[in-house]
């Protein structure tokens, strides 16, 4: 199995986790999304993944793209070890956490979108670092209160183990320390993302650790 | 089977599709994104949803948020009319394909973003108006890229009968249209967004169909 990843894309994180969580071998193909004016717009890896972003996952069976169709598709063909509850709604619940991290949070505040901010709109760095942080804290109230509230909250988002949620929340909180963004606010979040960073499947898979990283 | 919903909501929108197409019967319960400083940021709408969004779907077993969450849950509970095919490759295509639209377009374009554009980065009315031109036509380029290449593509999204896939993006072409955005650059868009309205399931889920329509 082949992951084409970029060492600090949060998507690409999500997916590195889960492989680790399922204990299953990957070979990483770095994309520089910042070289050669970014390597995922290039023909070549247009050809794999004419979204032009990461990550892409190749296995014997074929190719893709979006990370959430990623994990669901490791959860189908893997299910030794679940990131998935049995019952529908602890299912709907985990994929609701997950999204609310993967369309509420993060598409606002990746590359592109900097990108044109800047240049097409000609926002300073302050204004960038206010909304980068807006969209954050915004989605972390939310993803707390469904934290704080719900009784299938543990360990884990969901439970006494990792589920797709932890997947997602883990490399969104990556991205807010990296924004200096104080989570101390959030306790279940900030509980959380400790017993996750804790297991050796979330620590190999941090950005740090990635044979691109920098 | 309650949905809070609104009219012009995209999000509600996929969910009344799939709904439709599974044959439920459910009671429409409008929030109004605008009035009251918008109905869903209210305590009483935040009590069921935290996040303060539409659309969140109840049933005899529980609260759910999060649009994609819902569409798997419906999948899961009422198997009859399946919206995702078998086999796992083609599960993750039209995963893939409704992800597009739910990451990588849709969040950038709805209403709380276009609030902070104009009220926080002070951007013009034509500015506003490039920006969600720019991120639909940046998204269609890669569906369009996507149905071209794929031999699965078919009358709809995958194959021959509807799936999450055409949930996803039947309301976001509603959306580009609106924003009079030409779809004739996307031949297969274009083509599976006439297949899909021409049906019952579609056209009853349309926002000028809904009771709160205006």
């Known amino acids: 199995m082949k992951l084409h990843t970029y060492f600090r894309s949060s998507a690409a994180y999500r997916v590195r ?3 680790n969580l399922k204990g299953i071998d990957y070979e990483a193909v770095p994309v520089h999304l910042l070289r050669d004016g970014g390597q995922q717009k290039q023909p070549a890896y247009r050809h794999i993944n004419p979204s032009g972003m990461v990550p892409t996952l190749q296995d014997e069976r074929g190719t893709l793209t979006q990370s ?26 985990v994929r609701e956490l997950a999204q609310i991290v993967s369309c509420d949070i993060h598409p606002l505040n990746n590359l592109r979108v900097m990108h044109y901010l800047v240049d097409e709109l000609g926002v ?15 989605g972390f109230a939310s993803m707390e209160s469904h934290l704080e509230r719900h009784p299938g909250t543990g360990k884990f988002c969901h ?22 963004i104080d ?25 740090g650790q990635q044979p691109d990283a920098e």
Chains 1, 2 share one sequence.
């Open 17 to 19: 986790i889960a492989l």
């Open 159 to 180: 439970g006494e183990t990792p589920t797709m949620a932890d997947c997602f929340l883990v490399p969104q909180v990556f991205n807010a320390l990296r924004f200096e």
């Open 124 to 138: 300073t760095e302050d204004a960038k670092k206010t909304w980068l942080r807006h969209w954050i804290i915004e």
């Open 183 to 207: 989570i101390a606010p959030y306790p279940n979040i900030a509980r959380i993302y400790g017993n996750c960073i804790a297991l050796p499947a979330f620590e190999k898979a941090a950005p």
């Open 68 to 93: 959430m169709a990623i994990l669901e598709y490791l959860e189908e063909t893997h299910p030794a070890v679940p990131l998935l509850p049995v019952d529908p709604l602890g299912r709907a619940r």
